[in-house]
């Protein structure tokens, strides 16, 4: 190759590599510039606060604020030394709307006893709107002697509940497991 060809090619060079970096330096730019851009979509959108439980999150789109269905707690026992009671007897609560109820358990007896809840339904059609996400009838119970346990419950009523449905009755039952010291131990 002579000088000037290879002075072209010199040339042609640079100027490939001043595009090149101009290049990237804007898409690190852009990147940057990116992060502030995502997070105010994300604020603007309300998806932001699906990731920070421990902030106040917006309001659930997904709640019927038109609609208010009456929640009637109700609490037994089957053969067992226990007091169990719910600390409300009622609310009313919107479908789509998360709500926490809680139930207090007392050991009476002078023995540790395990037993389980299992919980019923009325009217029997709003068991399938009725969706729990935590229970304490998840797990068997054990209480010790004279214990006192207040036990939470959280569920939501999907807004699919025909709207005939204005009250649902929430029961549960306790039961003994019996065997269930042998087994521990």
Same mark, same amino acid.
């Given at each position: ?19 090149? &970096? %101009? ?5 690190? !730019?852009? +990147?940057?510039?990116? &992060?502030?851009?995502?997070?105010? *979509? =994300?604020?603007?959108? +309300? ?19 038109? #609609? ?8 037994? &026992?089957? #053969?067992?030394?226990?007091? /169990? ?5 009622? #609310?009313?609560?919107?479908? !789509?709307?998360?709500?926490? *109820? ?14 389980? %809840? &299992?919980?019923?339904? !009325?009217?029997?059609?709003?068991? $399938?709107?009725?969706? $729990?996400?935590? =229970? /304490? =009838? ?5 209480? +010790? ?17 025909? $709207? ?10 306790? /039961?003994?497991?019996? +065997?269930?010291? $042998?087994?521990? !131990?």
């Amino acid at each position: 190759m002579n000088q000037a060809a290879l002075a072209v090619t010199a040339d042609a060079n640079r100027q490939m590599l001043k595009k090149l &970096v %101009a290049a990237a330096v804007l898409m690190f !730019g852009f +990147g940057y510039a990116l &992060v502030p851009l995502y997070e105010k *979509i =994300c604020e603007v959108t +309300g998806v932001r606060y699906l990731f920070l439980p421990d902030q106040v999150t917006p309001q659930n789109t997904q709640v019927d604020y038109s #609609r208010k269905i009456s929640m009637e707690f109700d609490a037994n &026992v089957q #053969r067992l030394a226990w007091t /169990f009671k719910p600390a409300e007897a009622s #609310r009313d609560v919107h479908p !789509g709307e998360v709500t926490q *109820i809680v139930y207090e358990i007392r050991n009476t007896s002078d023995r540790t006893v395990t037993g389980q %809840a &299992v919980p019923s339904y !009325g009217p029997s059609e709003a068991t $399938k709107y009725f969706k $729990k996400i935590e =229970c /304490f =009838c998840f797990q068997q119970q054990t209480l +010790g002697p004279h214990e006192v346990r207040r036990m939470p419950v959280v569920f939501v009523i999907d807004p699919a509940l025909p $709207k005939i449905v204005n009250t649902i009755t929430l029961s549960y039952t306790f /039961f003994e497991v019996v +065997g269930a010291q $042998k087994d521990r !131990g």
